[in-house]
């Protein structure tokens, strides 16, 4: 039997939002990563209306290979947090998720703790296709926890492809996590993962790997020093912690703090978050343009002949652009 969706309401939704409501928070966000366009539009509304209240979170991006220990050290990490009183959301970006129905991010069962914690909350990686389009709804819901009250957001990623690097570009610090074992490990990192960290933190270091944990440590301390330094005022720190055992963990959130009491006095968190709300504009204009010439029926049709006719090379690539620009209303 059909049922029929309980029509939104807007403005009790903003208010239920700004009252922390977990149930507001969680049809919020529904509505964010809906693809329906009157849901997508009631969504922005949503979100322009509780915007003085967002942007007053601490945002942290974790990455690390499977297996590194991601969900044992939020798991532990948050709770630690929320035991000092913080509200902590655990956000995931996950492009592949979809697609290989595999390991779904910040699935509440590999976070135990947390998921029972009234303090946290947890959301698995939204499930649209691209990466550009999971970013964009992970933004939206990012801003949405912020307005519900969360002061801490912990945005999980898997090392795969450019999901990195969108993650770095949406937080204030993003981490790298680890494994120890030097040497072979080391070459098989990407260099590309040193330069976006903030810190990289060496996990599993307790008991009998703590030998291990401080000897990759080194190891990494010596690739990031020939890396050119990204800021006058943060050099990234390599630490060793044990997400399991708890150890390392308040040490790893003193630095963050350090981090940004720093960046805030020199200027540059501003400056950061200014330059990530500008490159997100043009993120989602982008998607907007490409999303509109696909599915436009003026262009839809002309788009798959002329792509023919490129692949054959019958017609010239740039011939090709200007017509669909043309069909798009982008005269020169
Ligand atoms: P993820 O795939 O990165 O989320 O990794 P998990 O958190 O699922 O951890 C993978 C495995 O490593 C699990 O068996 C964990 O129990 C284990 N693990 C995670 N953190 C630690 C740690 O600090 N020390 C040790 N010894 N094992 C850990």
């Known amino acids: 039997m059909m049922t029929r969706a309980r029509p939104i309401d807007p403005d009790k939704l903003?208010?239920?939002?700004?009252?922390?409501?977990?149930?507001?928070?969680?049809?919020?966000?529904?509505?964010?990563?809906?693809?329906?366009?009157?849901?997508?539009?009631?969504?922005?509304?949503?979100?322009?209306?509780?915007?003085?209240?967002?942007?007053?979170?601490?945002?942290?991006?974790?990455t690390g290979v499977p297996g590194v220990g991601k969900s044992t050290t939020i798991d532990m990490l948050g709770s630690n947090l929320t035991a000092a009183g913080h509200k902590v959301a655990v956000l995931a970006v996950d492009p592949s998720s979809t697609r290989t129905g595999g390991s779904i991010l910040g699935d509440k069962t590999r976070m135990a703790q947390l998921a029972v914690d009234p303090n946290a909350f947890?959301?698995?990686?939204?499930?649209?296709?691209?990466?550009?389009?999971?970013?964009?709804?992970?933004?939206?819901?990012?801003?949405?926890?912020?307005?519900?009250?969360?002061?801490?957001?912990?945005?999980?990623?898997?090392?795969?492809?450019?999901?990195?690097?969108?993650?770095?570009?949406?937080?204030?610090?993003?981490?790298?996590?680890?494994?120890?074992?030097?040497?072979?490990?080391?070459?098989?990192?990407?260099k590309g993962v040193l330069e976006i960290a903030d810190m990289i933190a060496v996990n599993k270091a307790e008991g009998e790997g703590a030998m291990r944990a401080r000897s990759a440590a080194s190891d990494y301390r010596a690739a990031l020093h020939i890396l050119a330094p990204r800021s006058p005022t943060w050099t990234p720190p390599v630490i060793t912690i044990s997400g399991l055992a708890n150890e390392g963990l308040d040490h790893l959130w003193e630095q963050i703090g350090i981090y940004r009491e720093r960046m805030q006095a020199s200027g540059e968190w501003k400056e950061k978050r200014s330059r990530q709300q500008v490159a997100w504009m043009w993120d989602m204009l982008q998607q907007r343009m490409m999303m509109t010439l696909k599915s436009?029926?003026?262009?839809?049709?002309?788009?798959?002949?002329?792509?023919?006719?490129?692949?054959?090379?019958?017609?010239?690539?740039?011939?090709?652009?200007?017509?669909?620009?043309?069909?798009m209303g982008l005269k020169e």
């Open 122 to 190: 947890i959301r698995p990686s939204p499930s649209a296709g691209t990466l550009g389009g999971v970013a964009a709804k992970t933004r939206e819901t990012m801003l949405l926890c912020e307005a519900a009250g969360f002061d801490v957001i912990l945005v999980e990623t898997v090392g795969i492809g450019q999901s990195e690097t969108t993650v770095a570009d949406m937080v204030d610090f993003f981490l790298v996590l680890m494994l120890p074992g030097a040497g072979d490990e080391l070459q098989g990192i990407k």
């Open 14 to 62: 903003a208010e239920d939002l700004k009252a922390g409501k977990r149930a507001a928070l969680a049809r919020a966000i529904t509505l964010v990563e809906s693809r329906k366009a009157d849901h997508r539009h009631q969504a922005h509304r949503l979100i322009q209306s509780v915007l003085p209240l967002t942007g007053k979170a601490l945002r942290v991006g974790i």
């Open 296 to 327: 436009s029926s003026r262009t839809a049709e002309r788009l798959q002949a002329l792509e023919a006719e490129v692949r054959d090379g019958r017609t010239a690539v740039s011939l090709a652009v200007d017509e669909l620009a043309d069909l």
